[in-house]
């Protein structure tokens, strides 16, 4: 097993980063015990990819992008024997001049990487590897081989699938870190390790790996009518104007500054939900996520968390009052009284008291 990197040069990281992140706008996070994930729509910063690397969360990336392309491709091999299975399609890719990574994992099982050196439609990478395997005697099949990204494409607000990085804890497994294994075809030796084996690894591009697929592919593809991309929406998360409103007017840094919570240049801040001794809370502007307890969301959950409210509606219809957003009509100019959101369980109070007085 590997040990957690103690220092990522920004070179490695930037190189890592153009390996994985299809999409800069969301990432997933795994509990911390391997019981299930998170999907986080914030910017994936890189003090984030440099956490995943160090050991400290486990992220994973999604693809393909808006445009139904991917930076990679992956097989999971997810049997007692994947391991090798994913070294020997490795041999059989290298020997075609197709290479790829192994990606060792708990019980034999394993991932199989392919790097892209420019983004790349996903579908005929899909139909390519699908038919590969299914040469090779192993058929796709969930759970069993599955190739990733999972969609040709995704809907304007969709998201696409997700698949754990390498070179992080793998939470299901102890808080291991497994190696990755390159193979030198010329030298018919493996070199197993950790970040570097792994930027070693070239990239492929489209034009090789359907060399190495099965005829029956590349004459499909020549036959295949490409889908038109999605339109995509200027904001994949749509929102409600009165929620918009609250976005324009409060931010996590403000309501953190107005509880005495300060937000360093990093953006990052001390947890208010759990001892946190050094900053876990991380600011995106009016969304936050806690790399500690896992607490996250929009600055109206941030709100209704500090002040303990049940429901995300209270929450809101407290700010509305405070930032002076009127529901009915949230681009209507109104009055911001800081008073009212430093005391802002009285505000709530008060709106429980208008309830009562009108039922």
Same mark, same amino acid.
């Given at each position: 097993?590997?040990?957690?990197?103690?220092? @990522?040069?920004?070179?490695?990281?930037?190189a890592?980063?153009a390996?994985?992140?299809?999409?800069?706008?969301?990432?997933?996070?795994?509990?911390?015990d391997?019981?299930?994930?998170v999907?986080?729509?914030?910017?994936? @910063?890189?003090?984030?990819?440099?956490a995943?690397?160090?050991g400290?969360?486990?992220?994973g990336?999604?693809?393909?992008?808006?445009d139904?392309?991917t930076?990679?491709?992956?097989v999971d091999?997810?049997?007692?024997?994947?391991e090798?299975?994913?070294r020997?399609?490795?041999?059989?890719l290298a020997?075609?001049?197709?290479?790829?990574?192994?990606?060792?994992s708990a019980?034999?099982?394993?991932?199989?990487?392919?790097?892209f050196?420019?983004?790349?439609?996903?579908?005929? @990478?899909?139909r390519?590897?699908?038919?590969i395997?299914?040469?090779?005697g192993?058929?796709?099949?969930?759970?069993?081989?599955?190739?990733?990204p999972?969609?040709d494409?995704?809907?304007?607000?969709?998201?696409?699938?997700?698949?754990?990085?390498?070179?992080?804890?793998?939470?299901?497994?102890?808080?291991a870190i497994?190696?990755v294994?390159?193979?030198?075809?010329?030298?018919?030796?493996?070199?197993?390790?950790?970040?570097?084996?792994?930027?070693?690894?070239?990239?492929?591009d489209?034009?090789?790996?359907?060399?190495?697929?099965?005829?029956?592919?590349?004459?499909?593809?020549?036959?295949?009518?490409?889908?038109?991309?999605?339109?995509?929406?200027?904001d994949?998360?749509?929102?409600?104007?009165?929620t918009r409103?609250?976005?324009?007017?409060?931010?996590v840094?403000?309501?953190?500054?107005?509880?005495?919570?300060?937000?360093?240049?990093?953006g990052?801040?001390?947890?208010?939900?759990?001892?946190?001794?050094?900053p876990s809370?991380?600011d995106?502007?009016?969304?936050f996520?806690?790399?500690g307890?896992?607490?996250?969301?929009?600055?109206?959950t941030?709100?209704q968390?500090l002040?303990?409210?049940?429901?995300?509606?209270?929450?809101?219809?407290a700010?509305?009052?405070?930032l002076g957003?009127?529901?009915?009509d949230?681009?209507?100019?109104g009055?911001?009284?800081?008073?009212?959101?430093?005391r802002g369980?009285?505000?709530v109070?008060?709106?429980?008291?208008?309830e009562?007085k009108?039922a």
């Amino acid at each position: 097993m590997l040990k957690p990197l103690a220092r @990522i040069a920004e070179a490695d990281l930037a190189a890592y980063r153009a390996r994985f992140v299809n999409r800069d706008d969301v990432f997933g996070r795994q509990w911390d015990d391997g019981g299930g994930w998170v999907r986080i729509p914030a910017p994936l @910063i890189d003090d984030i990819l440099r956490a995943h690397l160090r050991g400290f969360v486990t992220i994973g990336y999604y693809g393909p992008d808006h445009d139904g392309r991917t930076r990679w491709a992956c097989v999971d091999f997810d049997t007692d024997d994947g391991e090798d299975r994913g070294r020997r399609l490795q041999r059989w890719l290298a020997e075609r001049d197709v290479p790829a990574l192994v990606e060792r994992s708990a019980g034999g099982r394993c991932h199989l990487w392919l790097f892209f050196a420019a983004p790349t439609a996903a579908a005929p @990478i899909r139909r390519a590897l699908h038919g590969i395997v299914t040469e090779m005697g192993w058929p796709p099949e969930p759970g069993v081989v599955e190739i990733f990204p999972k969609h040709d494409s995704i809907d304007a607000d969709g998201f696409g699938s997700l698949i754990r990085g390498p070179l992080g804890r793998h939470r299901r497994a102890g808080g291991a870190i497994f190696p990755v294994v390159r193979y030198d075809a010329a030298t018919g030796r493996y070199h197993s390790g950790g970040l570097p084996v792994l930027l070693a690894t070239p990239t492929v591009d489209l034009a090789q790996l359907l060399a190495a697929a099965p005829r029956s592919v590349t004459v499909a593809l020549a036959f295949e009518t490409p889908r038109p991309a999605p339109t995509r929406r200027d904001d994949p998360l749509p929102v409600s104007p009165v929620t918009r409103a609250i976005y324009e007017r409060l931010s996590v840094r403000q309501l953190l500054a107005e509880k005495g919570i300060a937000v360093n240049a990093a953006g990052k801040a001390r947890c208010p939900f759990h001892d946190d001794h050094h900053p876990s809370l991380q600011d995106y502007g009016t969304r936050f996520h806690c790399f500690g307890c896992g607490a996250h969301g929009d600055v109206i959950t941030l709100y209704q968390l500090l002040h303990r409210l049940p429901e995300r509606w209270r929450a809101r219809h407290a700010l509305c009052d405070q930032l002076g957003i009127d529901p009915d009509d949230p681009g209507r100019p109104g009055r911001r009284d800081d008073a009212l959101v430093r005391r802002g369980p009285r505000v709530v109070q008060l709106s429980f008291w208008r309830e009562l007085k009108g039922a």
